[in-house]
């Protein structure tokens, strides 16, 4: 345990300015998040009869909410900017902690040292990746959970925890992305052997594996996706696709449906017909369009997985950056 | 592994860098254990290369090496354990003091002694306190080297430790290193291009140039071996100008007077030039 803590206080002290940046921008997130919460709590606790979301049934704000209204919508715009943006925080501290790991000690020579004083440089590598784990980790989770507590802030009728408001842009995934981006970090840094270089490649391929990972995330998704109509009480689900199944049973995309310059005439409910004259009297209906969605309750598990896989693609690359660092140049 | 046997060999050794630059090219070495061995050559003459090859950090294009009988690229950990090295520019951790470089490198070698390289640190009234950067050069060496101690390992290699240091922190180095290596025993390498410096500390020389190994012998049998001729002579190793212009040359076995060390390093690089230069 002392030889933990011992090489936790020397791993700081290497990447201390760094950190303590980090630090300092994810405290000032979090306040200020913290802040919006309060704010828009603040209003939906002191007017408890004012649904800001209406329902269907619904079709206007009970008299002397307007006001009350305005103030939640316009606390609910900023908070919104920030949540739908505040997750590449994540991306952002993975890089920053991560491509010092390796790169720096090559870059100021300090590798030399390390390499010859340990006996396995994979061995310095899994105990500097171990810290840089729980830095991202320590600095993220605080944001993971800050941004879940605004969401619920945001959404006063929804149970978030069966919802996908906001889905990709609360909760753990932030950490894993941290995780992946640490790994990019790392091996990036692992080849090339220079912190600002690395910074700039490593912000490219933090892009396009973010944009491979959520694709395949997005086709893992499509294959457990349940079909469902678009007047059915859906929640909040994940929208994974939408589709038009025909009178006959067949289904087919909408590109496929409408691709060939079909015309057809549709109804509240998505009933497809032929003519308008049968859409308005609701007969013989030619198709229906349907959606394809992940409903809400399966929210905790999809969003486990999906942290899983970004986290594990960031574990890959660290394996990677061992297997860089083992054998290259220590300048 | 017995006393006799070398504590650094290497056979037929060849390190090709890109572009087909040969950095080293048939090194053939046996180093006994024990006393300090000078490595000496001009700027790229492959004396770092050669060191690094050793400490497993290039990989020979062609031919072995070995550490006390084992091979760098096969076996690193085991290789490393038998090691301390002293890089050519002494680069410390810019966030840690002089303590924290020992407490970190007890951390990479458990079997690192601090107490021994804090002592070592001691005695040269080295700031523990004091962050590695804050250091002067001469005192940055003298911690990378306490570093290199502090492993007690049988071999130390010293990679041009000497290169940015002044007369008198050079002096001290050596003081520290003479003593150490004495005191315990072990072996050391050291390359520089400064004869002078390492003439009192070594007892063997090897002279490096283009890429090949020009002498190798004990300082005192070197110097016994060879003589100055101030004209050309039928064994001569390689001619050169003298400091007054002159043109001497360097002769194995007698001359007109005994060649200083200086002379020996120099007679024979001039010989690697020109054989160069005829390939």
Redesign the interface.
């Known amino acids: 345990m002392t030889g933990a803590l011992t090489w936790a206080r020397l791993s700081f002290a290497q990447q201390r300015w760094e950190i303590l940046l980090l630090g300092l921008g994810v405290v000032a997130a979090i306040a200020l998040m913290l802040w919006m919460t309060s704010q828009l709590l603040g209003i939906t606790a002191a007017y408890p009869e004012c649904n800001f979301f209406l329902t269907e049934d619904q079709v206007a704000l009970p008299a002397g909410c307007e006001l009350a209204s305005q103030s939640f919508f316009s606390s609910y715009s900023n908070a919104e900017i920030f949540l739908r943006n505040g997750w590449l925080l994540g991306f952002g501290v993975g890089l920053i902690v991560g491509i010092p790991l390796v790169a720096r000690d090559i870059e100021q020579g300090t590798a030399q040292l390390a390499w010859t004083l340990g006996r396995s440089r994979t061995r310095w590598l899994l105990r500097r990746i171990a810290f840089g784990v729980l830095v991202v980790v320590v600095l993220l989770a605080g944001l993971a959970v800050m941004t879940d507590l605004l969401g619920a802030a945001m959404q006063p009728n929804d149970d978030l925890s069966r919802s996908f408001h906001f889905e990709g842009n609360r909760g753990v995934i932030i950490v894993a992305r941290g995780i992946l981006a640490l790994g990019v970090g790392v091996l990036v840094g692992a080849i090339l052997g220079r912190q600002l270089p690395a910074l700039l490649l490593g912000l490219m391929v933090t892009g396009l594996l973010y944009a491979a990972v959520t694709f395949a995330i997005g086709r893992w998704n499509e294959t457990e996706a349940v079909e469902a109509w678009y007047d059915q009480d859906l929640g909040a689900p994940l929208f994974v696709g939408s589709g038009v199944r025909l009178a006959s049973g067949e289904r087919l995309s909408m590109v496929e449906f409408y691709g060939d310059g079909s015309e057809a005439f549709q109804s509240d409910d998505g009933h497809l017909y032929a003519t308008a004259a049968d859409a308005a009297a609701e007969r013989d209906p030619i198709g229906q369009e349907y959606i394809l969605v992940i409903p809400g309750e399966r929210y905790p598990e999809i969003m486990a997985r999906a942290s899983l896989v970004t986290a594990g693609a960031g574990v890959l690359l660290m394996i990677g950056a061992g297997l860089v660092t083992s054998r290259r140049r220590p300048n | 592994m017995s006393t006799t046997d070398p504590v650094l060999e290497t056979h037929d050794l060849a390190k090709r860098y890109r572009r087909n630059v040969w950095a080293l090219q048939g090194i053939d070495l046996e180093l006994p254990a024990g006393g300090i061995t000078a490595l000496v050559g001009p700027n790229a003459a492959g004396k770092s290369t050669l060191i690094k090859t050793w400490?497993g950090?290039?990989r020979p294009t062609r031919g072995s090496v070995r550490v006390a009988g084992i091979d760098p690229w096969k076996d690193?950990?085991a290789a490393?354990?038998q090691?301390?090295?002293v890089?050519q520019?002494p680069?410390?951790?810019?966030?840690?003091s002089v303590s924290?470089h020992l407490?970190?490198?007890r951390?990479?070698?458990p079997t690192?002694d601090r107490d021994y390289a804090r002592g070592r640190l001691a005695q040269l009234d080295i700031p523990a306190d004091r962050g590695g950067r804050d250091l002067s050069g001469g005192q940055q060496a003298q911690v990378?080297l306490a570093?290199a101690l502090g492993?007690r390992a049988p071999i130390l290699l010293l990679d041009e430790p000497l290169a940015s240091l002044d007369p008198l922190a050079r002096r001290e180095f050596l003081h520290v290193l003479t003593d150490a290596v004495r005191g315990d025993g072990a072996t050391a390498l050291l390359s520089s291009h400064i004869v002078t410096d390492v003439e009192q500390s070594c007892d063997r020389l090897i002279v490096l140039g283009v890429g090949r190994v020009l002498l190798h012998e004990t300082v005192a049998g070197a110097m016994a071996a060879h003589a100055i001729s101030t004209t050309t002579h039928p064994d001569a190793v390689a001619g050169f100008g003298a400091p007054d212009g002159s043109r001497i040359w360097l002769v194995r076995g007698t001359g007109e007077r005994p060649a200083t060390l200086d002379e020996v390093v120099l007679g024979y690089l001039a010989s690697g030039r020109s054989t160069a230069a005829a390939a």
């Open positions: 400490v950090f290039e690193r950990p490393l354990e090691l301390g090295y890089p520019s680069a410390l951790y810019d966030g840690l924290d407490d970190l490198a951390q990479l070698r690192f990378a570093l492993t």
